[in-house]
């Protein structure tokens, strides 16, 4: 039976939690305490989850059950309420399950705005959350009337209706000649990619200015003035767009040190680069402990970037084409000044120091399996306690590598005892390194390009 005020505030406290149901999977629970929360319980992908609505009386009767309605609506398109919920609130929209002033898009920064694209691909082509929402209700039922849209989403008729034409015109729906009309979601490999078709145009149109914005920045009266060799940049947003745009425009190759902490603290979720271009990077012992680091640095890798750990590291920089570099000023802070260089005599010492450790640094892999590698050992060293090598190497330290290999900290002993007695090694540190250059004798010479001449 469904509930009401009146039952809600008779409900008394007992020893145990109480729950009272309104139907629909919503329910109220009475807490030993005297306190009533909302939930609502619902199955996705074949588990029970639950989903919190708020406190009673806070959270009116009317306004849970319109919460349950909305729940139930993400629900039907295939979306887990409660991941959707994450999702907006991690993005700075307006939740919809448990409404806020919203954000504007000008307070999103560039890391939460590809976190919304992330979890919402159509943002791009100009489709919003509710659009993208009936779109997706019209796939997941068929056919549907503006009235049935309206229930389904917890919307009034108004609006509905205001929302299929707006999809209607963008070309995701079509509607029958009746009346009241059934609308009918287009497919989406026609849909979709009509609009993907309409923004290409858009940006090349972009695109054809860019000679007319050179010309104008060639004839303005700060073009003669030399470029400065070096700059300071103070802000971390502004380090952060630097880098995304780096990211973006690099050529040739990448390469870079890296230590503890991130060079920027987004720095983790980086855009792909674009195929062709090299990808270089030294870490030290201490960026690999970071936690995420060695995920970070796994994915890295299966993306084609050769990768090699060195003890300890004496600065953190970022170059791309040898033609502009990053050095954080402070190598221990995070969010500190960094210097942005430019200078072509700077750049190429840089290279050169990155090329020494380069050649002195141990290469690491991972298997398919994600476990880090240093390549095939000596045959003469149990395959068990090989594994262990490429964990010594960076660094970890004894609660690290049981958790990556998966084994006993006895056992580490045991193999560790093992590695030391065949290389006869006094330290781990030594035992790691002198195993890696046993394992790559050919990769531990300097390459054969780091002479080249660099065009200016």
């Not at 700059?231 to 947003?237: D, M, N, Q």
């Amino acid at each position: 039976m469904p509930l009401t005020d009146k039952a809600i505030l008779g409900a008394k406290p007992a020893t145990k939690a109480r729950k009272l149901s309104d139907g629909g999977g919503l329910y109220i629970e009475v807490a030993p305490s005297g306190s009533k929360l909302w939930r609502l319980k619902y199955r996705f992908a074949g588990k029970e989850k639950r989903l919190a609505f708020g406190a009673y009386p806070d959270t009116s009767l009317k306004v849970a059950r319109e919460r349950r309605d909305v729940a139930r609506a993400v629900l039907a398109t295939g979306v887990d309420p409660g991941e959707h919920r994450k999702a907006e609130k991690a993005a700075g929209y307006e939740r919809v399950l448990n409404p806020r002033p919203p954000a504007t898009r000008s307070s999103l920064s560039p890391a939460k705005l590809r976190l919304a694209a992330a979890h919402r691909p159509l943002e791009p082509l100009g489709i919003d959350e509710l659009e993208e929402r009936a779109y997706r209700t019209l796939l997941a039922q068929g056919t549907a009337t503006a009235k049935e849209i309206a229930q389904t989403l917890a919307l009034t008729a108004r609006k509905a209706q205001q929302l299929l034409d707006g999809i209607a015109s963008k070309g995701l729906a079509s509607h029958s000649p009746e009346r009241p009309p059934r609308y009918i979601a287009a497919p989406p490999e026609i849909a979709i990619e009509a609009l993907v078709g309409q923004r290409q145009v858009i940006l090349e149109r972009a695109r054809s200015t860019i000679p007319e914005l050179k010309r104008q920045a060639a004839n303005s009266p700060s073009s003669n003035a030399p470029e400065q060799p070096v700059e300071v940049i103070t802000s971390p947003a502004a380090l952060g767009q630097i880098l995304m745009q780096l990211r973006q425009t690099v050529q040739e190759e990448v390469f870079g040190f890296q230590r503890a902490p991130w060079l920027y603290r987004e720095d983790r979720n980086r855009p792909e680069t674009r195929p062709g271009v090299r990808v270089r990077s030294v870490s030290d012992a201490g960026f690999i402990a970071l936690p995420g680091a060695l995920a970070t640095l796994r994915a890295e890798v299966q993306r084609g970037e050769e990768a090699r750990v060195f003890p300890t590291l004496p600065i953190k920089m970022f170059i791309v084409d040898r033609r502009i570099g990053l050095i954080p000023l402070s190598v221990e802070d995070q969010g500190g000044p960094t210097l942005l260089v430019r200078a072509p005599s700077l750049l190429d010492a840089l290279y050169e120091l990155f090329e020494m450790t380069w050649a002195r640094a141990t290469p690491i892999a991972f298997t398919r399996a994600g476990a880090m590698q240093a390549g095939k050992p000596d045959a003469q060293v149990a395959e068990a306690a090989a594994q262990m090598i490429p964990l010594l190497a960076a660094g970890l330290n004894d609660k690290a590598i049981v958790y990556e290999a998966g084994i006993s900290i006895a056992t580490l002993n045991r193999r560790v005892a093992e590695l030391m007695k065949r290389f006869d090694t006094r330290t781990r540190f030594q035992l790691g390194w002198r195993a890696a250059l046993d394992a790559f004798p050919e990769r531990l010479e300097t390459p054969a390009h780091s002479g080249r001449q660099r065009s200016r």
